[in-house]
């Protein structure tokens, strides 16, 4: 079965630290990935997302994630965090051969302090 | 070019009372997918449909709750005699629909709060 595993319920990071949310999956695909945040009462919006090429994706906000398929991870990483970052990150997977339809995990509550 | 639309934003219903959820697609985009969001989770898939067609409804629960995108209209996710347990966020997701993997957009969802 396809899963997707983000290990920290909670991060709590200090503005302008540095940033990496884990994510593993599990899938018996090839696996389409990407990193979607959430604000409190919002929808998702797509921070980045990996089909194929190089492994290192840029997104917005100054986020970045590297795929690296022998640890099945992707890991979402930012350099200097902004208090405006703090929110909740949802890693997910997809796969042409089940249909598009994404696989989520559980997400990830970043707080920022000051 | 309007994103994914989704009304009611809010929703309250009394135990036993049916919900209407309605999602309209980005334009252009003929696939439809509903997830759901549980207190404290990460949201779940509930069922793929593209117009007049259910592709998958393997998340969908057996009873109660039902899914159509029709020729004209908005993609509608009914739940029948709702109970506490369905109290949650729906989203909706939209995509261009193809052979190749593409991203989906989002809707604002809607919450639904049964009382």
């Known amino acids: 079965a396809q899963s997707v595993t983000q290990p920290d319920i909670h991060i709590t990071v200090s503005e302008g630290a540095s940033l990496e949310l884990r994510c593993n999956y599990s899938?018996?695909?090839?696996?389409?990935l990407f990193w979607y945040v959430q604000s409190p009462g919002q929808g998702l919006q797509l921070l980045l997302k990996y089909f194929s090429g190089d492994t290192l994706v840029q997104g917005i906000k100054g986020f970045e994630a590297e795929f690296k398929r022998s640890q099945s991870s992707f890991n979402l990483r930012k350099p200097s965090v902004h208090w405006s970052d703090a929110a909740e990150y949802f890693c997910a997977v997809g796969a042409r051969e089940y249909g598009n339809k994404l696989v989520f995990g559980a997400g990830t509550i970043l707080r920022v302090k000051s | 070019n309007a994103g994914v639309m989704q009304n009611p934003r809010h929703l309250v219903r009394r135990r036993g009372q049916e919900a209407r959820l309605r999602c309209s697609p980005m334009k252009g985009h003929s696939h439809v997918y509903w997830y759901r969001q549980l207190p404290e989770e990460g949201l779940k898939f509930m069922v793929y449909?593209?117009?007049?067609?259910?592709?998958?409804e393997s998340g969908m629960p057996k009873e109660r709750f039902s899914a159509e995108f029709p020729k004209e209209g908005p993609s509608i996710l009914r739940i029948q005699q709702v109970v506490r347990g369905d109290s949650a966020a729906y989203f909706c997701?939209?995509?261009?629909?193809?052979?190749?993997?593409?991203?989906?957009?989002f809707g604002q969802g809607t919450r639904l709060t049964v009382v």
């Open positions: 997701a939209s995509s261009p629909g193809s052979n190749r993997v593409t991203e989906a957009f």
């Open positions: 899938y018996g695909a090839t696996p389409y």
């Open positions: 449909l593209q117009k007049e067609n259910i592709i998958d």
